[in-house]
Antibody
Framework: QVQLQESGPGLVKPSETLSLTCTVS????????WTWIRQPPGRGLEWIGY???????TYNPALKSRVTISVDTSKNQFSLNLRSVTAADTAVYYC?????????WGRGTMVTVSS | QSALTQPASVSGSPGQSITISCTGT?????????VSWYQQHPGTAPKLMIY???KRPSGLSNRFSGSKSGNTASLTISGLQAEDEADYYC??????????FGGGTKLTVL
């Protein structure tokens, strides 16, 4: 059964780049879209963007200037880079499958932006 | 691209039915049948409950149902149970390959 697992630093300094990876296990990435979603503490969900297994991407317009999502199908991984972070980027970051409804989620990883 | 509007909280007693609304615009909920609903218990990842407005994932209880009228989607939970107490989020395709979430609703089972 397919599982997703987020990994990456739990603490990032302001103005630096937040980098996370989602590893897909138990199945292939082919023919699926792969999405990043975040949730600030005590707040709601925010869609960040997605990547198709072939590499095409779409981003939330509010984050587009700072976000890059990439995929490495040979490693069964996709990644999130968020540049120039501030405290407002502190959140639990989730990876999920499919672009418009998410039937499979990772457990999430907390990222704190602080000096 | 504005967040969809949900009530901050709803409550009901065990066995009752409740409905959570999710209001968008004619550019998202009103135009596309791509509304989904998620249940989130504290400290856990969201769980898909409804997709494409009315469809339930395989194995999900039929106590959960979805509907849409105009720019508003709704999630109805019948036969309320203690384990239904959670936060619920709606989401909708919003055109131009983008997605928008609602602000979330806290369901309390009295």
């Amino acid at each position: 059964q397919v599982q997703l697992q987020e990994s990456g630093p739990g603490l990032v300094k302001p103005s630096e780049t937040l980098s996370l990876t989602c590893t897909v296990s138990g199945g292939s990435m082919s023919s699926y879209y792969w999405t990043w979603i975040r949730q600030p503490p005590g707040r709601g969900l925010e869609w960040i963007g997605y990547i198709y297994y072939s590499g095409s991407t779409t981003y939330n317009p509010a984050l587009k200037s700072r976000v890059t999502i990439s995929v490495d199908t040979s490693k069964n991984q996709f990644s999130l880079n968020l540049r120039s972070v501030t405290a407002a980027d502190t959140a639990v970051y989730y990876c999920a499958r499919d672009p418009w409804h998410f039937d499979l989620w990772g457990r999430g990883t907390m990222v704190t932006v602080s000096s | 691209q504005s967040a969809l509007t949900q009530p901050a909280s709803v409550s009901g007693s065990p066995g009752q039915s409740i409905t959570i609304s999710c209001t968008g615009t004619s550019s998202d909920i009103g135009f596309y049948d791509l509304v989904s609903w998620y249940q989130q218990h504290p400290g856990t990842a969201p769980k898909l409950m409804i997709y494409q407005v009315t469809k339930r994932p395989s194995g999900l209880s039929n106590r959960f149902s979805g509907s849409k009228s105009g720019n508003t989607a709704s999630l109805t939970i019948s036969g309320l149970q203690a384990e239904d107490e959670a936060d619920y989020y709606c989401a909708s395709y919003a055109g131009s390959s983008t997605l928008v979430f609602g602000g979330g609703t806290k369901l309390t089972v009295l």
